[in-house]
């Protein structure tokens, strides 16, 4: 086991970890980010809605409520530094009746005291003329112009990168299995490889935040797993919502809403349902079904048989706070929680990752600012956006720009082996698929997945058969041919 | 940017496109530019190693490769030009192309005549909505055909196989004869969805199970597949409650359907026929965009290749007849999918061809059905009857109106197909 030695130690590398460990990278300080799976950006964040709300849902008072319109005032910023892509699309709650018109003025009159700007009722005709797939029965809506779409996970790898290039050291496939304390402090962090020794613990650890707070002896909240299932339709109909379409909201969530995705699917989702397993993302035929009634609600038309794939994600609710639980756990002055950061977390992650950084400070870390931190961050430049001629170009200048390994997304070799060579390791098949969208079209990976594999195992130097969809034991392939008749031939000379 | 000129630009070059840039060429087309996005010709077909092919047309049994083969060296002889590698990333209704490749960068291809050959690709699990997990392990047959074929890698060892269709049969006697535990074929339909010879050759003479009016309710396995659930399903295809069984295995291949590949015809705003998914074709094998041609699996989804070859000399044929300025002219009348038919291809047809040459018309039926007959009607009068002893959705019908069957003279709109039981009168 290797020893290191640490200011801070992130553990999770989500959105929540990653926008704090960019954060911190503005300083002087050795930062470890430490993560127990095979990427960033694994857990929720991979599998939610990609909104960025406006923030009139939240109560006032609550940390979601100030640090959503916080966050969403700085999003704009940083996507643009980071180069993910971000659409401020405006979002609209959607009246499908009448007595579900006043809820639409609570909603505004909360946006107000949670300082959301330029809320506004439209009515039906203006409705319809913005959105003209909307159920035409809609009455009125909540115009929040400041809310958007973006990559949830882009974000959170940009993050990650941009960390890591400022000197962050990321640590993948180490979950945390044991904390040292001394003198009710944090001392040490122990991963299955390494012992880092620590001034600081920052726990981001999403749905198992409460599992890593035990470590430390904190069991003043529990993180119960709240499952959304979705839909994902063909980009042929992404036109179909201008912007998100939400109903209006229930007790426990915002609803079942209709998206374009920032890339031009059309997304519908989440139903709500809390869980015990925390790993258990299985999408439902109950779910799915709910999932479709709903958002066939607010949006008929929907192309109901161009479904390209489905999915669930896990939201981390805390109990029994329901609420972000943020700063220094009870009694561990130098262990910050950053836990239980559900929705509206993506919008507030910027937000949370300066809270998290002044309680820091406030517990005794020094900042000094790094001269030479660097905020931007190059995306791979996605081939297909590009003109004739600047496709031409690029073509030029590196060959593999030429070959086309997903078509559905017309994402080329060249873009591919670019994911495979940046500061975050990316050696999964569904890392390349989050970095490029190689295998995320309409195929969904039926054309592209022996591309992809084939220059995944060549790149990094493996065997086909060793290339991996997420880690672990999620092996694509199962030997060579013929393994199985020679081990047989084998067994029989042997007997 | 490099530009080409040429006569007739043909896009894919699977048995369609192979097919189509051979016979362009032979029928007088001047240059002809074969475009196809894999390393080598042939297509879909050079993973198909099995045989099979070219029962039809050549009273052989080809596998896939060697049926490839024979159009390759075919065409080579004759002059058709290849462009390997190279993937067409627009189709310009001025029959413009843009493509690239690694050797010469972007391409502007200006055709005189364009025939659009890009195959199908396979429904996959999204299409169908599988309830579950997401983990390695689940691939459409195809997919799994290729990595077994054409890498040398076995994308599982126990598999179950989801859906009937042909490549999914093939594949079972495929994982079969590599030692791999084929649990079943899991239909949802009460009859396969593949070819009858390949149930009997994949499935009985390998001790596979087929299980009809059956499917996939849930995909069990977090890294790896390690099992699925199954259930009966009922005449509304819904799975019956208490039918449930779990089937241990580390792979889930899908074999649920062939979408024909309409990207490009998309984006060129070219018709498309709402219950193929493919383009609106002439007898020409036209488009809705005069000198865009398609041709094969991109206009519906063939069971035999040696259909795709014929549908395909037409095309050529087409396609070389209006560079040199001899398109049929004159009136066309419509066909149309009547009683118990789900399609018809070509959709339209030209009074002047049906005067000259024999029309085949492609069709498949809505459901099985013993003894039948296959009726044409023109305007609503029958002018042409074929008995069919069975009837299948997975095996494609067709009808061969020989020359002259329309009555000089006639002026004529529509002709419908339709299914009549023996022994009823239309």
């Not at chain 1, 809506?141 to 990559?151: D, Y």
């Not at chain 1, 081939?383 to 997903?406: H, M, N």
């Not at chain 1, 295998?439 to 991996?468: H, K, N, W, Y």
Request: with cysteine; aromatic share 4%; glycine share 10%.
């Amino acid at each position: 086991m290797e020893r290191l030695k640490a200011d801070v130690v992130i553990v999770g590398a989500g959105i929540i970890g990653t926008a704090i460990a960019r954060e911190l990278a503005r300083y002087e300080l050795e930062v470890f980010l430490v993560e127990k799976e095979a990427d960033v950006a694994c857990g929720s964040t991979k599998a939610n809605t990609a909104i960025v709300h406006a923030g009139y849902d939240a109560h006032p008072g609550t940390w979601k409520a100030r640090l959503n319109v916080r966050g969403n005032a700085v999003f704009p910023q940083i996507c643009r530094e980071l180069e993910v892509p971000f659409k401020q699309t405006g979002t609209l709650v959607v009246a499908l009746k009448e007595d579900e018109v006043p809820h639409l003025y609570e909603l505004l009159e909360r946006g107000h005291v949670n300082g959301v700007p330029d809320l506004e009722i439209i009515g039906r005709e203006e409705l319809l003329c913005r959105e003209p797939n909307v159920n035409p029965k809609a009455v009125a809506a909540l115009w929040a112009p400041t809310g958007g779409i973006v990559n949830a996970w882009e974000l959170a790898i940009a993050q990650a990168e941009n960390a890591v290039e400022n000197g962050v050291k990321l640590l993948l496939q180490q979950p945390v299995t044991r904390i040292e304390l001394e003198d009710g402090r944090v001392r040490t962090v122990f991963t299955p490889d390494f012992a880092i020794e620590t001034r600081f613990v920052v726990n981001a650890a999403g749905r198992y935040s409460d599992e890593v707070a035990r470590l430390v002896g904190q069991e003043n909240f529990r993180i119960v797993p709240r499952k959304g299932e979705y839909y994902v339709f063909d980009k042929r109909f992404g036109h179909m919502a201008n912007c998100p379409l939400f109903p209006v909201p229930t007790a426990i969530s915002k609803g079942i809403l209709v998206t374009p995705t920032v890339e031009g699917n059309l997304l519908i989702g989440p139903n709500a349902q809390d869980l015990e397993d925390k790993e258990d993302l299985r999408t439902t035929p109950a779910g799915l079904k709910e999932v479709l009634t709903q958002a066939l609600e607010l949006m008929p038309d929907l192309p109901v048989k161009d479904a390209i794939t489905n999915f669930a994600g896990l939201r981390a609710v805390a109990k029994p706070s329901n609420d972000f639980v943020l700063g220094p756990a009870p009694g561990v002055p130098n262990f910050i929680n950053a836990a239980g950061i559900q929705s509206p977390g993506l919008t507030a992650a910027p937000a949370v990752a300066e809270e998290v950084r002044d309680h820091l400070q406030e517990a005794g870390l020094e900042l000094h600012g790094k001269k030479k931190f660097n905020p931007y961050r190059k995306r791979i430049t996605p081939f297909r956006e590009l003109s004739r001629e600047e496709q031409a170009k690029l073509i030029e200048q590196d060959p593999r720009y030429g070959q086309i390994v997903c078509r559905c997304e017309t994402v080329t070799e060249a873009e591919v082996v670019q994911a495979l060579h940046r500061p975050v390791p990316c050696t999964t098949m569904d890392g390349v698929k989050r970095r490029t969208r190689a295998g995320m079209g309409r195929c969904q990976g039926g054309f592209c997945t022996p591309r992809v594999a084939a220059i995944l195992a060549r790149e990094l130097g493996l065997s086909l058969d060793e290339v991996t969809k997420k880690g672990g034991a999620s092996k694509l392939l199962l030997g060579r041919t013929k393994d199985i008749l020679l081990s047989e031939e084998e067994a029989e000379a042997h007997a | 940017m490099r530009k080409i000129e040429c006569d007739v630009a043909v896009v894919g070059a699977g048995p369609a496109g192979l097919a189509a840039a051979g016979r362009a060429k032979a029928a007088g087309a001047g240059r002809v530019l074969l475009i196809e996005r894999d390393r080598e010709l042939g297509g879909i077909l050079q993973q198909c190693i099995h045989n099979g092919f070219g029962l039809h047309l050549f009273g052989e049994e080809l596998t896939g490769p060697e049926y490839a083969y024979r159009f390759i060296t075919e065409n080579q002889a004759a002059g058709v030009e290849v462009l390997l590698g190279t993937m067409v990333l627009e189709v310009r209704p001025d029959r413009r192309l843009y493509a690239i490749n690694r050797r010469d960068g972007m391409l502007e291809i200006q055709a005189g005549a364009v025939i659009l050959a890009m195959g199908c690709r396979e429904r996959n699990r999204g299409a169908v909505t599988i309830p579950g997990t997401r983990p390695a392990g689940i691939f459409t047959a195809g997919t799994a055909q290729r990595f077994v074929n054409m890498e040398g890698f076995m994308p599982g060892r126990r598999i179950v196989i989801l859906g009937s269709g042909d490549i999914g049969l093939i594949m079972a006697r495929r994982f079969a004869w590599e030692g791999a535990k084929v649990e079943g074929v899991f239909e949802i339909m009460p009859y396969s969805n593949g070819l009858t010879r390949n149930v009997v050759q994949c499935l009985h003479d390998n001790d596979i199970p087929l299980y009809l009016s059956h499917t996939v309710v849930e995909i069990h396995g977090q890294e790896r597949v390690e099992g699925v659930t199954v259930a009966k399903v009922d005449e509304k295809l819904t799975p019956i409650p208490g039918t449930e069984r779990r089937v241990p295995c580390d792979t889930l291949l899908l074999s649920v359907g062939l979408i024909p590949e309409n990207e490009l015809s998309r984006d060129a705003n070219i018709e498309l026929d709402p219950v193929t998914g493919g383009p609106v074709v002439s007898d020409e094998m036209e488009t809705s965009l005069p000198g865009i041609f398609a041709c094969g699996n991109v206009v519906h989804v063939h069971d035999l290749v040696d259909n795709v070859t014929r549908e395909s000399w037409l095309a050529g044929e087409g396609a070389a007849r209006l560079v040199q300025g001899r398109q049929p002219r004159g009136p066309l009348l419509n066909t149309r999918a009547g009683e118990g038919i789900r399609y018809v291809v070509p959709h339209r047809l030209h009074l002047a061809n049906l005067k000259e040459r024999e029309t085949t018309l492609y069709m498949r039926v809505r459901e099985p059905a013993e003894h039948v007959r296959i009726e044409a009607l023109l305007d609503g009068e029958p002018i042409l009857s074929v008995r069919e002893r069975v009837v299948r959705p997975a095996e494609m019908v067709s009808v061969k109106i020989p020359p002259g069957s329309i009555p000089e003279g006639r002026t004529a709109t529509e002709l419908t197909l339709r299914v009549v039981k023996e022994g009823e009168r239309g």
